[in-house]
């Protein structure tokens, strides 16, 4: 879709407000829906109100911001195959059987698939820098190029070290976009259709794995990795042509283009004025009190804000997500289902698949609270009954002879309610969450804790299976699952259907933010 399409309809913008004077009386109520429609305040609509100007039948399409959305989520897609890429190639590359002339153990793979948590660990708090300056859209198309040579180094490797470098090198463009792209797609998206354009990112991430998982079941190792690295190009090529965020031109003082943008975004029948007017009154009220970084962090909204995004990272990495899919291919080999670990490891691909698709359709109608509490009490009930499971093995494997159907079902039930909650709901938070000028860093930060609480707790699994038994390391997973849903109840704010400064007018502690939503069912 071609970017010029809509540049050209601010010039008719004046006759088409004068023609919808001559009708103001007959859409009076489609004024007062509209000026709740991005969050504008109360006092704005008794001005709408009192002085009966408005735009006639003011339309914002959304079929382009899911085409803008989708192809941000093409770097979410190329992300998942590189964490996918080392289920299907351990073991040809362990037994010596791929086109690598060197050998590699098994504990040397280990780290193969740490060094990508480690990369993305490492680059989320820069890239908050690199997003702030150059925009979000720019920052995405030049994280194409370490995606290109971290796979044309790991097809190519000589050696465990280029493999190690070049895992590293993909770490950091998969870390960055798990940084940029919910931030891109939460400041593009209107907020009656956010949290589904958000979920999007960790939908094509599990269609990613799911991906590399289906190819790497018919290709060699070589040519599985060859077609992942061809996959960031097609990105590249496909989100070149998307807009900017409106909300960082607004910030660069770029006014005609975030117009530009808003309507390729809404369509050339929307009246832009009332969402520019909200984008330039927030920027306006951070220039005003602008500060250095660290004073940024340290105030009141910033610190709760940093506080609830940092906990939902946490508790979805401690929920056990990494060690139900280590014990996913024992589970399913002891119940004797007859499934190979091949077959096994796509149909849990296919379930999350399936899950997350199914959580972007409720997040905008249940909202992002219920499906963190519902996801999180399931969690710890499936995790509790692996543990019960594996502790009964441990003591006697006769004491499970006819419980194989407990750990299958568990492990369903889990990666299914993760991949509706705690998958995607802390990444769509994170772009929600923040003051503009704040953003960049303070999502970095969350995403960098991320990254390394997935690589301390899948390098210490091992060390907490052997130290406390595989039974009570679940039920350890269980019992902070647990303390996650009661920090989401008392804690975490309700975000759904609301405007990114109505979010930060609520967690600066004014609630009355939220009599301005309209109904659920009001006409988008």
């Known amino acids: 879709m071609s970017t010029a ?47 009966m100007v408005h735009t006639a039948e003011n339309r914002s399409r959304v079929l382009p911001q899911y085409v803008a959305a989708l192809a941000a989520a093409g770097g979410a897609f190329a992300a998942g195959t590189l964490l996918g890429w080392t289920s299907p190639a351990e073991t040809p590359i362990v037994n010596g059987s791929t086109h690598y002339n060197f050998d590699v153990t098994k504990e040397e793979f280990s780290w193969v698939g740490a060094f990508m948590t480690l990369g993305a660990a490492c680059v989320c708090i820069p890239i908050g820098f690199l997003i702030n300056q150059i925009g979000r859209k720019w920052t995405m198309l030049l994280l194409v190029l370490p995606f290109i040579l971290g796979w044309a180094l790991l097809i190519w490797a000589q050696n465990v070290v280029m493999m190690y470098i070049a895992r590293f090198i993909l770490g950091i463009a998969g870390g960055a976009f798990c940084v940029t792209a919910p931030m891109y797609t939460g400041e593009i998206a209107q907020k009656d259709i956010r949290g589904t354009l958000g979920s999007f990112f960790q939908l094509m991430i599990t269609i990613g794995i799911l991906f590399v998982y289906g190819i790497g079941a018919g290709l060699d190792v070589m040519w599985m990795s060859i077609v992942c690295g061809i996959l960031p190009i097609i990105f590249g090529v496909i989100f070149f042509f998307m807009p900017e965020s409106p909300t960082y031109l607004v910030s660069k003082n770029r006014s005609e283009a975030a117009v530009q943008s808003i309507q390729w975004l809404r369509g050339k029948e929307y009246d832009y004025a009332p969402e520019l007017e909200e984008l330039q009154q927030s920027d306006r009220e951070i220039r005003a009190q602008q500060v250095n970084i660290f004073a940024a962090l ?72 219920i499906l963190l509490l519902a996801s999180g009490i399931v969690m710890a009930l499936s995790t ?15 004491n499970v002879l006819n419980l194989g159907w407990l750990p299958v079902a568990s492990l369903c039930i889990f990666i299914i309610m993760f991949s509706i909650g705690y998958g995607p709901v802390p990444w769509l938070m994170m772009g929600e969450l923040f003051a503009t000028d704040i953003k960049g860093f303070a999502g970095s930060i969350a995403g960098t804790t991320n990254w390394v609480l997935a690589f301390v707790i899948t390098k210490t699994f091992k060390n ?46 004014n609630r009355n933010v939220s009599d301005l939503q309209p109904a659920d069912g009001a006409k988008k």
Do not use: C
């Open 5 to 51: 399409s809509y540049s050209n309809s601010s010039g008719d913008e004046p006759n088409k407000k004068a023609d919808a004077q001559n009708e103001e009386s007959s859409h009076l109520l489609e004024a007062t829906e509209n000026g709740a429609k991005y969050g504008s305040r109360q006092a704005d609509q008794e001005n709408l109100l009192g002085n």
């Open 298 to 369: 340290s105030r009141p909204v910033t610190i709760k804000a940093m506080s609830i995004s940092l906990g939902l990272m946490f508790f979805q990495q401690v929920s056990g997500i990494n060690a139900v899919i280590f014990y996913s291919e024992s589970i399913f080999k002891d119940a004797n289902t007859g499934i190979s670990t091949g077959l096994s490891t796509i149909l849990i691909g296919i379930m999350q698949v399936v899950a997350t698709f199914a959580s972007t359709i409720v997040v905008d109608k249940l909202g992002r609270r």
């Open 384 to 398: 509790t009954a692996i543990g019960v499971y594996f502790f009964l093995k441990d003591q006697n494997e006769e």
């Open 464 to 509: 907490l299976t052997d130290g406390l038994g595989s039974g009570p390391t679940f039920w350890l997973f269980a019992g902070l699952t647990v303390v996650g849903v009661v920090f989401v109840f008392f804690i975490v704010p309700e975000t759904k259907g609301k405007s990114l400064n109505e979010i930060q007018q609520e967690l600066a502690g």
